[in-house]
């Protein structure tokens, strides 16, 4: 399986972006999948994930209350619509795919497929 992130940018405080995660393979549906971002210096840190099927999520603290996220298994395409977009939210942002049937998880280690990243800037 192949992910391809998409749709980072630079923007303002208080901006919105979705990024996208097109992954290769007719077997993509069957994953969890999840976004996490790495800011210079610091670890990579989760920011939401959601199940296969679409129906379950979880969300980091940072990102509650003003990230979505979602998917179109009939695109293979996983979205995270991020609002009110802050400085700190300035990271690197990877998708990433866990295609085991366990309980859904934030935990980096459980992913077995990685996206590039897509750069994300927000300017105060």
């Known amino acids: 399986v192949q992910l391809q992130a998409s749709g980072g940018g630079l923007v303002q405080a208080g901006d919105s972006l979705r990024l996208s995660c097109a992954a290769s393979g007719r077997t993509a549906v069957r994953f969890d999948m999840a976004w996490f971002r790495q800011a210079p210096g610091k670890e990579r840190e989760s920011v939401a994930v959601?199940?296969?099927?679409?129906?379950?999520?979880l969300y980091a603290d940072s990102a509650k209350g003003r990230f979505t996220i979602s998917r179109d298994n009939a695109k293979n395409t996983v979205y995270l619509q991020m609002n009110k977009l802050k400085p700190e939210d300035t990271a690197v942002y990877y998708c990433?795919?866990?295609?085991?049937?366990?309980?859904?998880?934030?935990?980096?280690?459980?992913?077995?497929?990685w996206g590039q990243g897509t750069q994300v800037t927000v300017s105060s």
């Open positions: 990433a795919g866990k295609s085991d049937s366990g309980w859904i998880s934030l935990d980096r280690t459980q992913y077995e497929y």
């Open positions: 959601i199940t296969r099927s679409g129906g379950g999520w």
